[in-house]
């Protein structure tokens, strides 16, 4: 089989997904195609060499409905003969995004593809699409469906983390996204969002606090208790599928879970001759990619599952991976996730993650991605696996081995 | 066929037709309903001389009360499947007539108003839902609603689609999965009536309107411009995916997996709302199908509905004895449940002579009364009326001219005994002695009373004045007046009675202490404790077996095993619960009354179970932990032998009594229709099986009785050896 290379990996940076967000101003489509501009102008290719280009939107209505990507091929100028496709595995969209772009190239339907995601949740509020899922009565009964924060809560009652476990990992986050910052470690991918008039809007990811400590966290209410334990009560559906459990303690809040943002990724996937034809040194060789199923009432447990099954298809083991990078939905996935795989703390998501600096659904699984590669240049080490939890009890992972 | 709705053409061309089933006291949808509906709508739809129609009620008792649930067995698994037709299809066209009939009445072309003189319930509200306008008479007490879910049914003659387009979806949800009656005024407010009038202009206010609407014979739903009330019924409406969130999860938490018709009803309308009103009723249609094959709705209508009226109208007293009214009860023992029992009664009219060693005691058992009067907010003047029914006494003297006695002291024989004969020595013995009892036999008991024959158990459930059962204690001396005394006096007080023989513990208490027992065996097993307690609950219990233990008392659960011990010598067989009440006596953990027993009960906070349980009374957790499926079927099973087993011993003579008692006595799954109709639903030869099963694993106490391997063995059932011996 065809090997699939990583030439470019770049993200803008992300912008409170409010009103007052830097990125508020900007459509949706402008992202895609702002990140799908640098790519090319970066790298010099010519885009008729790309086949395909996948991005991943979680919640694909309104301005980033009608296959968003193929609209952003056109409006960034891309050669017209490229397609596009826009795919949809919540919050894994963007890395799934670029498995498929991989295996696009792997498989030789393409030659360069490109892989990554937008959303702009400012302007497209989570939940705009719908969901037979959560809406279909026959449905959320068969599912024992609850929101995620249910979910996030429960696997910290489950496994034991308390609050002031999660409000300690989501400072640590913290620090490290401010380190990550201050000492550059982003400037590689980030390209700054640029409005009408050429202008830039935003460069710097503008939802950290970095002077989060656990005295401010601490004095944060619990943002899913109220649904859970008194309107509509999710907390008694999630106790009938995990009937062992006396009561979910709740400990996500605002602080300690992903921050609501807008962004756009692109990763440049492709086989060996075009990177020599267009000179471009192979940043990292896609080694495995893998996707899982898991239950979906607790949800967000997937992350453990498809690191194994992902391990399994590459032929490796947890030793083997330098650098591990799991989207910070909640700070309780991570902890859950480093008890189960035994990870120590300083080998996973060591630049923070989306705790800091934010989670745009469609696009984060690709922003990882050029993060932890980045990561991998700057300190000289070989290989990551990066993974994400995904609604509905998924979870999709990636390992990347440099050249 | 004789004629169920009249008609009557005016000179303005306006056809009356009223509704007047012969021999019913009450409407209620019969197949000559529907054949003289579905000739009036032919009518009206070919008769040009016909403006339109007014439809209303020829009973003063109400409009229409909807289906006759006791005619609707043919619904349930009854009747033939025609070739070629899937049994659910056939179900389908069985159910989908009258939705149709009903569609062709509001689609029939001319304007229909709906003069409503009285309730309108069920299939009754949605005749009124069919037509176009719909006045209703001006009295707060008429009922109008869908109360169809209370008995495991769901509304199947447009109810569902036709509500949530008048009033939207979310207020309609309300009335639907509730089961809620609406007043004529808040019908107005949610735009379910178009009028209140005086109950003597209905029909010239709904005629009124035909003549000035000649064009008023289609539904907005029908007409191009409709809109949902409260949004658009679609998936890209917030709204609407919110209700639907929102309202799923909140009835999933309140019926748990149990219930089939709630489920149907959401799906129903989420379902139903987004389509035109053409499909939307096959859609509901559909679901009403799905709900009547399964035998749940039929189960629950047996004994929530036909089971009950019949127990509370008599069907288990005695023949050929006439009426025996009680004036005047002697309540002995002024305790809690002596207070409640002095209340209902008083209530109900009858005068209560409250005794008790001391007349402080006794006061303060009026008291209870007094304050649970004042509680409900009601007029003093109406409270003063009921106290003064009940004079409290410390004199036996006072029992003088009562023709009841009940008696609720200490549960001990000596005790009782004394009460019993003092109190004989003022009434003699040919007034009715009741035992307020909930464990000692009868039969040995009623030898402090001369005529035994007058001696029976009435055994109230607590708190008295909210539970609605009685179970009827008979001892085997007791005589037939006893009983009729007995089952005169439940139906003076308003409460369902079921009838019983005399064993320990009776029925009701002796199958509830199995739900307690296993949950305490398990525990000492070393199970997680609170998949216990929320196992017991998700299968339909009101409570968890700890917590319940927890309220009872666990120093009265323990001075009940070593009374039921010494009482049995060798018969005792000691269970595996045992050696947990023992630990849990030995640290004084007496459950709610000293703050600590499984649970812990924190002042002002939230109950939680003791962290230090299972280490306690089970040497810490078993590395292996039962599947909830495991552990339902454990609680499920063990409480099913035992009423078999009281079934078999003659305990019970009838099907009916032991689910009523189970349900209305300690809360047995409502949703099976009781612990018989459960083993008749799932098979007896499934039981006989599942028990062996559980019995070789777990110990004798699971083992079948012999009826339940003669019943298998025949294919018989619990139902059809009651139908046979009935007929």
């Keep these: 089989m065809t090997e699939a290379y990583i030439y470019d990996a770049v993200r803008t940076p992300r912008g409170k997904g409010r009103k007052d967000g830097k990125l508020h101003e900007i459509t949706p489509i402008q992202l895609a195609t702002q990140v799908l501009q640098a790519v090319r102008d970066r790298t010099g290719i010519n885009t008729a060499d790309v086949d395909d280009v996948v991005l991943g939107c979680v919640s694909p209505v309104g301005e980033q409905g009608s296959d968003i990507a193929r609209v952003a091929v056109l409006n960034a100028d891309y050669a017209e003969t490229t397609a596009g496709v826009q ?69 910290a009652t489950k496994y034991g983390f308390s609050r002031s476990d999660v409000d300690a990992y989501a400072m640590e986050s913290q620090r490290r996204a401010a380190q990550a910052w201050s000492e550059g470690r982003f400037k590689n991918s980030i390209v700054p969002v640029r409005d009408v008039i050429g ?24 943002a899913f208790q109220a649904m859970g334990e008194q309107m509509p009560g999710f907390d008694a559906i999630a106790l009938m599928r995990y009937p062992e459990i006396e009561k979910i303690d709740h400990v996500h809040h605002g602080g300690n879970s992903s921050g609501i943002v807008d962004g756009a990724s692109a990763i440049l996937v492709g086989n060996k001759a075009m990177g020599e034809k267009y000179g471009l040194k192979p940043r990292a060789r896609i080694r495995a990619m893998a996707s899982i199923g898991s239950e979906p009432m607790i949800m967000l447990t997937g992350p453990e599952f498809v690191a194994q099954k992902v391990l399994q298809r590459a032929g490796m083991t947890k030793d083997d991976i330098d650098l591990f990078e799991l989207n910070e939905a909640f700070a309780s996935v991570v902890l859950r996730f480093m008890q189960a795989l035994n990870i120590p703390h300083d080998k996973i998501n060591v630049n923070g993650g989306a705790i800091a600096m934010g989670h745009p659904l469609g696009a984060t699984g690709a922003m ?36 | 066929m004789t004629t169920a709705i009249h008609t009557e053409l005016d000179a303005d061309g306006i056809l009356l037709l009223t509704i007047d089933v012969p021999g019913q006291s009450m409407n209620v949808i019969t197949p000559e309903v529907q054949a003289d509906l579905a000739a009036a709508i032919e009518r009206l739809k070919t008769d040009e001389t016909i403006k339109g129609a007014v439809l209303t009620s020829g009973k003063a008792s109400g409009f229409m009360a ?22 659910m299809a056939a179900l389908f066209d069985g159910v989908f007539g009258l939705n149709k009939l009903l569609r062709d009445l509001e689609t029939c072309g001319k304007p229909v108003a709906a003069a409503v003189n009285g309730l309108a319930l069920g299939g009754g509200l949605e005749f009124i839902l069919a037509c176009h306008y719909r006045v209703i008479a001006d009295n707060p007490k008429i009922t109008l609603g869908l109360p169809e879910i209370m008995v495991g049914l769901f ?94 999860a909140m009835t999933h938490v309140n019926a748990g ?46 004994s929530l509905f036909v089971s009950k009226q019949a127990a509370e109208k008599g069907a288990r007293r005695p023949k050929g004895i006439a009426p025996m009214p009680t004036k005047k009860i002697g309540m002995l023992g002024a305790g809690l449940m002596g207070a409640g029992v002095a209340m209902v009664t008083a209530q109900a009219g009858i005068e209560v002579v409250l005794l008790d060693r001391d007349l402080a005691a006794a006061e303060k058992g009026k008291q209870y009364t007094a304050d649970r009067l004042a509680k409900k907010r009601m007029d003093p003047a109406k409270a003063q009326i009921i106290l003064d029914r009940i004079k409290p006494t410390s004199d036996y003297a006072d029992l003088a001219g009562c023709d009841l006695i009940i008696e609720a002291v200490f549960e001990t024989r000596e005790i009782k005994a004394d009460v019993t004969k003092a109190t004989e020595a003022v009434v003699g013995p040919d007034v009715i002695f009741g035992s307020n009892t909930s464990t000692l036999p009868i039969t040995g008991l009623a030898k402090a009373w001369s005529k035994p024959a007058n001696f029976i158990g009435i055994h109230f459930f607590s708190p008295v004045e909210r539970m609605p059962l009685v179970e009827i204690i008979v001892g085997k001396e007791t005589g037939p007046e006893a009983i009729a005394k007995a089952l005169d006096y439940v139906a003076a007080i308003r ?59 666990l120093d009265l659960s323990y001075k009940v095993g070593q009374q039921t011990k010494a009482d049995l010598g060798d018969a005792y067989k000691p269970g595996p619960a045992d050696g947990v009440i023992t630990k849990m006596h030995e640290l004084g953990r007496q459950g709610r009354k000293n703050a600590k027993g499984f649970y812990v009960y924190p002042e002002g906070g939230k109950k939680y179970l003791w962290p230090e349980l299972a280490a306690t009374v089970a040497g810490g957790l078993a590395a292996d932990q039962p599947s909830a499926a495991e552990v339902k079927e454990r609680l499920l099973y063990r409480q099913l032998v035992e009423c078999a087993r009281c079934f078999a011993e003659g305990v019970l003579e009838t099907p009916q009594d032991g689910d009523l008692g189970a349900i209305f006595g300690w809360g047995f799954a409502p949703f099976t229709g009781g612990p018989f109709s459960h083993m008749d639903t799932v098979g007896i030869a499934n039981v006989v099986a599942t028990l062996d099963r559980l019995a070789q694993a777990h110990g004798e106490r699971f083992a079948p009785p012999q009826l339940l391997r ?7 059932s619990f139902y059809a050896m009651a139908a046979k011996q009935a007929a």
């Design chain 2, 710 to 716: 003669d019943m298998a063995a025949r294919g018989d």
């Design chain 2, 495 to 553: 409460k369902t009675p079921i009838v019983v023989n005399d064993s320990r513990g009776f029925y009701t208490s002796r199958c509830f202490g199995t739900y307690v027992q296993e949950g305490l065996s398990l525990l000492g097993e070393g199970t997680v404790p609170a998949l216990i307690e929320n196992v017991g609950k998700q299968m339909g219990m009101p409570v968890g077996p700890l917590a319940v233990n927890d309220e009872v008392g």
């Design chain 2, 257 to 302: 997996d149990n219930m089939n018709a709630p489920k149907a009803i959401l799906s129903a309308v989420y379902e139903g709302t987004q389509v035109p009103m053409d499909t939307a009723i096959r859609i509901e249609s559909k679901y009403f199908a799905k709900v009547v094959a399964d035998p749940q709705a039929g189960n629950m209508i047996r």
């Design chain 2, 66 to 87: 909807g289906a006759d649930l006791k005619g609707m067995g043919a619904l349930f698994g009854g009747g033939g499947v025609p070739e070629g037709k899937s049994k």
């Design chain 2, 155 to 248: 509304p199947g003659a447009g109810g569902t689609q036709r509500l949530p387009r008048l009033m939207g979806i979310q207020p309609a949800l309300m009335y639907l999965l509730q089961g809620k009656n609406m007043s004529p005024k808040e019908a107005l407010g949610f735009g379910v009536a178009q009028a209140v009038v005086p109950a003597d202009q209905i029909i010239a206010t709904a005629k009124a309107w035909v003549k000035a609407n000649p064009n008023g014979g289609i539904q907005p739903w029908d007409t191009k411009n409709f809109k949902m009330p409260g949004g658009p019924a679609t998936a890209l409406n917030p709204n609407f995916a919110q209700i639907f969130v929102g309202g799923t």
């Design chain 1, 199 to 222: 202008e830039i809007v935003l460069a710097h990811d503008e939802h950290m606090r970095p002077q989060t400590d656990m005295q401010s966290l601490g004095s944060l209410a619990p």
């Design chain 1, 368 to 403: 990882i991605l050029g993060t932890v590669l980045d990561e991998l240049e700057r300190t000289g080490k070989g290989t990551a696996l990066v993974n994400l939890c995904v609604g509905a009890g998924m979870g999709t992972g990636t390992i990347i081995e440099r050249i």
């Design chain 1, 87 to 155: 795919i949809n595995r919540f919050c894994a969209s963007g890395l799934e995004a670029t498995n498929m772009a991989a295996a696009k190239v792997m498989s030789g339907e393409a030659m360069f593809a490109i892989g990554g995601g937008v959303e702009s949740m400012s302007r497209v509020p989570m939940g705009s699409d719908g969901a037979a899922w959560a809406m279909d009565p026959a449905v959320a009964y068969k599912t024992y469906f609850a929101p995620q924060g249910i979910g996030a809560d429960l696997i």
